[in-house]
């Protein structure tokens, strides 16, 4: 394994975010580093009304909640965890592009981020525009990011869903 490598991925359970979490495995093996897969949450209704309201065992049951999530994850991925590669993943309360970006600090780290279906570029929410987490990992990482556009795989999902008959597709 080289030196401290590590490749740093952000997970939230999604169709994307598994597609990165491969990419990011991937990478790890390629570069003998250690994969650290990274689920960020924060309590519902955000930090600020948490802290006007606080509940330490509505704390607990959310990180738990966040827990089960991760481990849903790499189970969905790999059926556990990667073999082949070492794996620490954490499991951390804050803002997302926050905590990868922060944990991602050194020079030969990579930092694995998921495009999803907006590209990584702008998320519309309530009315307002905010700046996806791709895109502020992108222009705050202190080292390589790589943006993982989502699979083919995911087209197909989004017209199986739809109900669209995908060899009527390939006949046209």
């Keep these: ?4 490598a590590r490749v740093i991925v952000g997970v939230s359970g999604s169709l994307h975010s598994l597609t990165a979490l491969h990419r990011a ?12 897969p990274v689920l960020a949450w924060t309590p519902v209704g955000g930090e600020r009304n948490y802290r006007a309201r606080p509940c330490p065992p509505l704390l607990r049951a959310w990180q738990e909640l966040a827990e089960a999530r991760m481990t849903s994850a790499l189970e969905q991925a790999f059926g556990g965890l990667p073999i082949g590669v070492p794996v620490r993943p954490l499991v951390v309360r ?8 922060g944990l991602a600090d050194r020079p030969g780290d990579l930092l694995v981020v998921s495009t999803g279906e907006q590209g990584g570029l702008r998320v519309r929410l309530r009315g307002l ?5 791709t895109r502020q990992c992108l222009a705050r990482a202190r080292c390589g990011v790589l943006a993982v556009p989502p699979s083919t795989l995911h087209e197909d999902l989004r017209a199986l869903h739809r109900g669209i008959d995908l060899r009527e597709l390939a006949a046209a």
Excluded: C
Aim: proline share 0%; aromatic share 0%.
């Design 25 to 36: 495995a991937e990478e790890a093996r390629v570069r003998q580093a250690v994969l650290v």
């Design 129 to 133: 525009t905010r700046r996806s987490v």
């Design 94 to 101: 804050g803002d997302a592009a926050t905590v990868l970006t």
């Design 1 to 4: 394994m080289s030196d401290g």
